[in-house]
């Protein structure tokens, strides 16, 4: 039997994964850097877990039967990926397990910021049924707002449709082009960078972190957007300039933001964006949902299967895929 390992994480319900276990894995489920984990890591031929900043070329040296690093979660921006390229091992993330989650987050940021939901719970459970001023109330719609989504992938692209289910405007910017026939049947339309700054009303992270994208949304972006605009961020941090945004919201630059990802995780308590009124925050948590505990283990178990077969993994990350 093929030995693999699931590195156990708070995140993980690890009973959905002994319920779909096949029998064919020999499984040790341990947390990362446990003596445990260290110990079954000379015979394993798969790790299924979250990317970890300790895989690096030791780490590697460590496992020589090691073939696959399975990712639980869509962002691989921990791993090593010079370190994995060196040992020839391919990182997969999870195969889109978590879009649909990751994609209602969306399209609730969007609601709850335009609606202004955490000001009208937080004056109603004071026994403030309006507000104390209703002069300050200003609650938009979707309905035929501009969104645009930097980053058309799975999520990016499932936002786009719920997106189209609120009467709202598409538009897209992506290294990667959808061709004629795909936009028109998705309904978006191709936008330049700084364009979809520009012309959006709500604007919509999807990208994966890396040297390219991070802070690719600074101070000369935000200066771009409209004033009445909102900014969206379920991917990663990093492709922010926090302190940037920061002014952006302070001073007026922008409307507001639906933020579910920080600079640094978790925040610190004097993080500034605890006392904005203009955003809403979530704790990294657009992703983990029940449904996908069961969506994940089984993409991540099925690609262990295909590699103890001897064929090619799913989802093999960009960088790696040659």
Known sequence: MA??????????????????LPPSLDTVIARHGSPEFKDALADAVCLVGFGDGTMDDAFYASAPRLKLIQLLSAGYDRCDIGAARRAGVPICNNGGANSTAVSEHAILLMLAVCRRIVWQHSNVAAGRWRGNNVDDVKLYE??????????????????????????????????ARLSEAQADDLDVRFALFEELL???????????????????????????????????????????DEPAMIEALTS????????????????PPNNPLFALPNVVLTAHFAGPTWENQYTRFRNAFDNCQRVVRGEKPLWIIPELRD
Do not use: W
């Not at 309905?143 to 990016?156: N, S, W």
């Open 3 to 20: 030995k693999i390992i699931i590195a156990d994480n708070p995140l993980n319900e690890i009973s959905i994964a002994r319920e779909l």
């Open 142 to 175: 979707l309905k035929g707002r501009t969104l645009g989504i930097v980053g058309l992938g799975t999520i990016g692209k499932k936002t786009a449709r719920l997106a189209r289910a609120f009467g709202m405007t598409v538009q897209y910017y992506d290294t």
């Open 198 to 240: 520009r012309t959006s009303d709500v604007v919509s992270l999807h990208v994966p972190l890396s040297r390219e994208t991070k802070h690719m949304i600074g101070a000369a972006q935000f200066a771009m957007m409209k004033p009445t605009a909102y900014l969206i961020n379920t991917c990663r941090g990093p492709v922010v």
């Open 252 to 267: 007026g630059t922008i409307a507001g933001a639906g933020l579910d990802v920080f600079d640094q995780e978790p925040p």
